[in-house]
């Protein structure tokens, strides 16, 4: 699991210098979303846990509604993107776990 963030990032790396050499900037959050949604969704589904799957649907929608909106609202979709795919599911994943060490405790 390491190495699918490490490769995630260089993923994103090139694709940022890709974008930027092209000038294609108002395509990028587009692509973001569509590789955010995609990360999230096998992330969930590699550790089994569901709402890191509607995370990626999430941002599956968010890479679809940005195609038809300005580049400003694409930033406030990517500030979204990153609650719902990473910090939601991040925060869902530590009460669980701190459900269960209070389980194993008792």
């Not at 092209?22 to 709402?51: A, D, K, M, N």
Request: aromatic share 22%.
């Amino acid at each position: 699991m390491q190495n699918f963030g490490i490769g995630s990032g260089i993923m994103f790396t090139i694709l940022a210098f890709i974008f930027i050499y092209f000038q294609l900037w108002e395509f990028v959050f587009p692509v973001y979303f569509l590789l955010y949604g995609f990360l999230s969704f096998v992330s969930g589904s590699i550790i089994h846990y569901t709402p890191l799957r509607w995370a990626g649907a999430i941002c599956w929608v968010f890479s679809i509604v940005s195609v038809f909106v300005k580049f400003d609202m694409q930033l406030l979709l990517m500030a979204l993107a990153v609650v719902f795919a990473f910090i939601i599911p991040a925060y869902l994943i530590r009460l669980e776990n701190k459900k269960r060490m209070m389980q194993s405790d008792v």
